[in-house]
């Protein structure tokens, strides 16, 4: 069964349209109309395998916030509507992201239990034109949307660019493996409860 799914999402505030492909190579198509962002989102496609159509329209003439949270939240809910049941996947996964100066730990469980830790401290207010607080609140948005348990460490680094992009392929990285379809349990819900 291909797990694949497409989410809609319109506000007053925001227009986004999602597309993923969790089994794909990493294809992408992104326009936010807003550059960091949609460099980070390209890292998220290449890294983790997902194909991704991105497009969102926000009210990018007042700040980017908007833009830069619905769009986490629209992904999320993509990936979550994707996953179906969440039958045979290794649910669990992390990975340790080096990017020259910098190291990055991200850890999750694929667990319909959203929970955001974010240890991460950049030395700059901005990145392109992204105000750097904006990308917790991406991350939260992510997490809640698709319920995934996400732990983000930044161990070290003095670039936040460098920062910054560990995070989102330490991100994909880690969804790549515990999106996998694991041989071993093929159909089953990997949870003692019966369900996720």
């Known amino acids: 069964m291909a797990r694949k799914a497409k989410i809609s999402r319109k506000t007053k505030e925001t227009s986004i349209i999602v597309e993923a492909n969790l089994d794909g ?109 904006l990308f917790k609140e991406w991350f939260q948005a992510f997490s809640q949307a698709s319920g995934v348990t996400l732990h983000i460490e930044n161990l070290y680094g003095d670039n936040s660019h460098h920062i910054i992009e560990s995070c989102f392929k330490g991100l994909a990285r880690a969804l790549r493996e515990a999106l996998e379809i694991d041989k071993r349990i093929k159909n089953k819900i990997p949870s003692t409860k019966g369900t996720l």
């Not at 960091?36 to 997902?50: A, C, D, Y």
């Open 25 to 133: 190579k990493g294809s992408y198509k992104i326009d936010t109309k807003i550059g960091f962002l949609n460099h980070m989102l390209e890292q998220l496609s290449k890294h983790s395998l997902i194909d991704f159509k991105i497009l969102a329209k926000g009210d990018t003439h007042i700040d980017l916030h908007h833009t830069t949270e619905d769009t986490g939240i629209a992904i999320g809910e993509c990936i979550k509507k994707a996953l179906k049941s969440s039958r045979g996947i290794k649910r669990f996964a992390h990975a340790l992201i080096p990017m020259d100066e910098t190291l990055t730990r991200v850890s999750i469980d694929i667990s319909n239990r959203p929970y955001l830790i974010w240890k991460v401290k950049l030395k700059v207010e901005k990145l392109g034109e992204m105000d750097t607080e």
